[in-house]
């Protein structure tokens, strides 16, 4: 077990509508960055956050964005949901940026319809 | 930006042989190299890793190399047992931390 939480675990919405993923890292864990795994690939970095702050974006549009607080959790919400945002999205955490083993937690399986 | 490939995508493997994942990436400044385990419905397991300033490391059954001249790192498992069958992930980084993963290897261990 890694410490890392998801929540929830399976989400079904359809095109058009909001969504909110939550994670909650293990304490003491300042990093946390999102990934997106479609079916049969690796992940994708979405970004990273340290210290509630955004600290790097991969190639994601501004509909994805995020929080991070101070109880080590963290939300990844993504607007205006389009049907290839199906996939599975990680968040994983580390103590500090610079500390670059990252744990993964089991993930949120996001259908949209 | 960083651009890692990996393979072979599938490996089939009898029980007790090894099994060996290579990886290359494009980004001479990524520093660190991690290998991730992923099985059915779960997140990526950390199973091995290795920084720059290391060419080889051992975890018993699992080792990892890496060749920086080359680009190169790999992924050997000996003594293959049937709980090794997963997807398996290489990835790089920079010091910053955002990981650049492979497309994964299917491994399956046949007894």
């Known amino acids: 077990e890694t410490g890392v939480t998801q929540s929830p675990t399976h989400l079904i919405k359809t095109r058009g509508q909001q969504v909110t993923l939550r994670c909650s890292s293990q304490?003491?864990?300042?990093?946390v960055s999102w990934y997106q795994q479609a079916l049969g690939q690796g992940p994708q970095f979405i970004f990273q956050?340290?210290?509630?702050?955004?600290?790097g974006r991969g190639n994601f549009p501004p509909r994805f964005s995020g929080l991070q607080f101070p109880n080590y959790s963290s939300e990844l919400n993504v607007n205006a949901l389009e049907l290839d945002d199906s996939a599975l999205y990680l968040c994983?955490?580390?103590?500090?940026?610079?500390?670059?083993?990252?744990?993964f937690g089991p993930g949120t399986r996001l259908l949209v319809l | 930006g960083e651009n890692v490939e990996q393979h072979p995508s599938t490996l089939s493997v009898q029980e007790g042989d090894s099994a060996v994942i290579k990886c290359t990436y494009s980004d001479s400044a990524s520093n660190y190299f991690p290998w991730y385990k992923q099985e059915l419905g779960k997140g990526p397991q950390l199973i091995i890793d290795?920084?720059?300033?290391?060419g080889e490391k051992k975890d018993q059954r699992i080792a990892v190399t890496l060749n920086k001249t080359a680009k190169h790192f790999s992924l050997h498992i000996t003594e293959t047992q049937p709980e090794d069958s997963a997807v398996y992930f290489c990835a790089a980084s920079d010091s910053w931390g955002k990981l650049q993963f492979g497309a994964g290897t299917q491994v399956v261990v046949t007894p």
């Open positions: 956050y340290y210290r509630e702050e955004e600290n």
């Open positions: 304490s003491g864990h300042n990093t």
């Open positions: 994983a955490s580390n103590p500090d940026r610079s500390q670059e083993t990252q744990y």
């Open positions: 290795i920084r720059s300033n290391v």
